[in-house]
């Protein structure tokens, strides 16, 4: 017997309130969280304002949004399944001939509809937030004075210096190890406070080593002088490959669209992408999930009856969101380490829970 569109438009819009209602919970409770966090960091400065404050707690919730939504449709899906086999609904929907993977099929199809949302919607919005939120956290929370920015055109880096700033830019980067990078064509900027030009130098060569920059083949230019030339020249420094490494957008600050062509960026430009690489096919992944999400809630609360006692329900569902949030973060550090390759890490979490689903469902009903 084939479901009607009367019962799947119903099982799938009593799902998806269900699922909208715990979301706009969590998010509530995260707000109200971050912003008491805020708040506490920022007590001893005093240019962070509440207005401050306020928009960084805000332009986290869709990144926020987008960490809780796995558990949300976990959640809303056994609140929803375990309602309507308690009012008997769905034991009536059986009764008629409908299958249970037949009632299924409206939640499983709101789940890739909100996983798409979110990759191709949420997640750039998402981006653009949190980008804007680790500037107003480092201008206003941390005072950092390290920035750099990869282009298609070469390498920019920004420093502090005894001085002022140093700004330096390469065509290319030759290669990065642990404690060391070395780039090619290079031009630094120098400026006394923040906007006085004081110095210019043109090198071949720029080698970063712990504490120092050490530029070969180096031409040096002040203004209304002549320029100097040097076979070596040192330029203090407090960077290291590590800073640098991590100074790059993290890849939440990156939006879906934006992913694949960063990361080919990344490995032109001779750096470690894997764990963008991870988050794009995370994001891949994510309808997959949200889909083993309801699969994992049906097999909870579908066979429900008064002589199982609520706590038994709620409390499997926890320990199943709280045991795939730590599988997650292990297989994804594994990845990123590599211990296994990056597109199994993201890919596991949503294929091991989807597999769990329907093998219990397949277990426990008889169609």
Not at 19 to 48: F, M
Not at 133 to 143: D, F, K, P, S, V
Not at 284 to 304: D, H, N
Not at 329 to 354: T, Y
Request: proline letters at 4%.
């Amino acid at each position: 017997m084939r479901i009607s569109p009367t019962l799947t438009w119903y099982f799938g819009k009593h799902v998806l309130i269900s699922i909208l209602g715990i979301l706009a919970l969590l998010i509530g409770l995260i707000l109200i969280g971050d912003t008491i966090e805020l708040l506490r960091r920022a007590g001893g400065r005093p240019d962070a304002t509440v207005g401050i404050v306020f928009q960084m707690a805000t332009s986290r919730i869709p990144f926020m949004t987008e960490k809780v939504l796995p558990f949300a449709v976990l959640f809303g899906s056994m609140f929803s399944f375990w309602k309507l086999t308690g009012n008997q609904e769905l034991v009536v929907t059986r009764a008629a001939g409908v299958s249970a993977w037949q009632f299924l099929l409206p939640p499983i199809m709101c789940a890739i509809l909100l996983g798409s949302i979110q990759v191709m919607a949420l997640n750039p919005l998402s981006s653009i937030l949190l980008q804007r939120y680790e500037t107003l956290e480092a201008r206003y929370l941390q005072g950092n004075s390290s920035v750099m920015n990869l282009s298609s055109n070469g390498l920019w880096l920004r420093q502090g210096t005894q001085d002022g700033q140093a700004v330096i830019y390469a065509r290319e980067v030759r290669g990065q190890a642990t404690d060391r990078v070395d780039l090619r064509n290079v031009t630094v900027f120098r400026f006394q406070n923040a906007d006085d030009f004081t110095t210019r130098i043109d090198a071949q060569r720029a080698v970063l080593e712990p504490g120092t920059w050490r530029f070969y083949d180096a031409w040096t230019f002040h203004p209304g002088q002549t320029s100097e030339f040097s076979s070596e020249l040192m330029l203090p420094t407090n960077l290291t490959a590590r800073k640098i490494q991590d100074s790059f957008a993290s890849p939440e600050t990156m939006s879906f669209w934006d992913l694949k062509p960063f990361i080919n960026l990344l490995e032109r430009a001779g750096f470690n992408a894997t764990r963008h690489r991870i988050h794009f096919h995370s994001l891949l992944s994510r309808p997959l999930l949200l889909c083993a999400m309801v699969l994992i809630a049906a097999a909870f609360c579908l066979k429900f009856s008064r002589r199982r006692r609520a706590s038994l329900v709620i409390g499997g569902g926890v320990a199943t969101g709280f045991i795939l949030y730590f599988c997650t973060d292990v297989i994804s550090a594994l990845g990123v380490s590599g211990g296994i390759p990056p597109v199994l890490s993201a890919w596991a979490p949503a294929g091991i829970s989807l597999l769990l689903g329907v093998s219990t469902l397949l277990h426990l009903e008889d169609g």
